[in-house]
């Protein structure tokens, strides 16, 4: 039962739409929300009581199964009606049946993937295809990092020619906004053509 | 339920002294409402009994006089997401805070707002 109550003094209340950006440990997620956010970086953490049961597996520890989720997440006011919010979803594979809650409603998703290590996106691309969220890439360009074609990536990745692959700078607003664009172009896309 | 324990919590929570299941009084979901993360909620009336009220309860409305994700209002508390849905959800059923579901829980998404999500970030 939730209120929907939009009406009230002084305006309606916006209503909320999300973008997840997911990928390895340390590819820079927090890094592409910090770029674009209005606001730094907030960190939220969410209490799983259930799921982890056989993953962690704590072995004469008696103790209650929950895991603590950290998110990292930006926001973009789009209107006095909408907001955007970029959560960075957790790294870890183990934290899979999380990302289903987050994954639920999502306009879309960024893989930001890691040069030097291309495979931790994997777990992402897997979920993001399973969950029918239309994502992009972001290859996260570190300085010094051997850099990948686009084609390179969609062959390793061994994508969907459709999944639109950029090479970017997390730490660049005017880059992470063209990854951001170009998910809500290809999300536009998806739309007019489903698959 | 009320040994349901948050490790480290305790030495980083805004409050040491009380854990987050003793201020839901051990509850760990909220019966009537159901709030998303990104549910946008605010501050219904100005006038608030606070003796009625938790401190956090206070707290959040406090927040809540602009409008805000829950996450936003766990994050600002420093307080688990699950913990900040029940005490939400009992605002909002007595009347202190309206909550709107997220965009796709209304409606899917469409051309409209793809493209209202396009200029947004161009104008970033």
């Known amino acids: 039962?939730?209120?929907?109550?939009?009406?009230?003094?002084?305006?309606?209340?916006?209503?909320?739409?999300?973008?997840?950006?997911?990928?390895?440990?340390?590819?820079?997620?927090?890094?592409?929300?910090?770029?674009?956010?209005?606001?730094?970086?907030?960190?939220?953490?969410?209490?799983?009581?259930?799921?982890?049961?056989g993953v962690d597996d704590l072995a004469g520890v008696e103790q209650k199964e929950?895991?603590?989720?950290?998110?990292?997440?930006g926001r973009i006011t789009i209107s006095d009606q909408l907001v955007l919010y970029l959560?960075?979803?957790?790294?870890?594979?183990?934290f899979w049946f999380m990302w289903e809650e987050l994954a639920q409603g999502a306009l879309g998703a960024v893989v930001l993937a890691d040069t030097r290590r291309l495979?931790?996106?994997?777990?992402?691309?897997?979920?993001?295809?399973?969950?029918g969220v239309p994502f992009v890439v972001a290859v996260n360009c570190f300085d010094g990092a051997y850099r990948y074609t686009e084609q390179e990536v969609t062959e390793a990745l061994?994508?969907?020619?459709?999944?639109?692959?950029?090479?970017?700078?997390?730490?660049?607003?005017?880059s992470a906004k063209e990854v951001l664009e170009s998910l809500v172009r290809h999300v536009a896309t998806a739309l007019a053509a489903p698959v | 339920m009320a040994e349901h324990r948050e490790p480290g919590y305790d030495a980083e929570g805004a409050d040491p002294l009380v854990r987050p299941y003793v201020i839901t009084q051990g509850r760990e979901h909220?019966?009537?409402?159901?709030?998303?993360?990104?549910?946008?909620?605010?501050?219904?009336?100005?006038?608030?009994?606070e003796m009625a009220l938790e401190p956090e309860?206070?707290?959040?409305?406090?927040?809540?006089?602009?409008?805000?994700?829950?996450?936003?209002?766990?994050?600002?508390?420093?307080?688990?997401?699950?913990?900040?849905?029940?005490?939400?959800?009992?605002?909002?059923?007595?009347?202190y805070v309206l909550a709107r579901a997220p965009y796709t829980q209304q409606s899917p998404v469409n051309r409209e707002i793809l493209q209202a999500v396009?200029?947004?970030?161009?104008?970033?």
């Open chain 2, 118 to 124: 396009l200029d947004g970030i161009q104008r970033l």
């Open chain 1, 1 to 53: 039962m939730e209120s929907n109550d939009s009406e009230r003094p002084g305006g309606p209340i916006p209503s909320a739409i999300k973008i997840l950006v997911a990928g390895g440990f340390g590819a820079g997620k927090t890094t592409l929300v910090g770029a674009v956010s209005e606001i730094a970086p907030l960190s939220t953490e969410e209490v799983m009581t259930e799921a982890s049961v």
């Open chain 1, 66 to 73: 929950t895991t603590t989720v950290a998110l990292d997440f």
């Open chain 2, 30 to 49: 909220s019966d009537a409402v159901r709030l998303d993360m990104i549910s946008v909620v605010i501050a219904a009336r100005a006038d608030v009994d």
């Open chain 1, 119 to 131: 495979d931790t996106c994997f777990p992402a691309v897997d979920f993001f295809e399973r969950q």
């Open chain 1, 158 to 174: 061994t994508l969907d020619e459709r999944v639109p692959v950029l090479l970017c700078d997390a730490r660049s607003r005017a």
């Open chain 2, 57 to 95: 309860q206070l707290r959040i409305l406090d927040l809540c006089r602009r409008p805000q994700s829950v996450a936003e209002v766990s994050a600002h508390l420093d307080m688990p997401v699950a913990v900040v849905k029940v005490l939400l959800g009992d605002l909002i059923s007595r009347g």
């Open chain 1, 87 to 94: 959560f960075g979803t957790p790294g870890q594979q183990r």
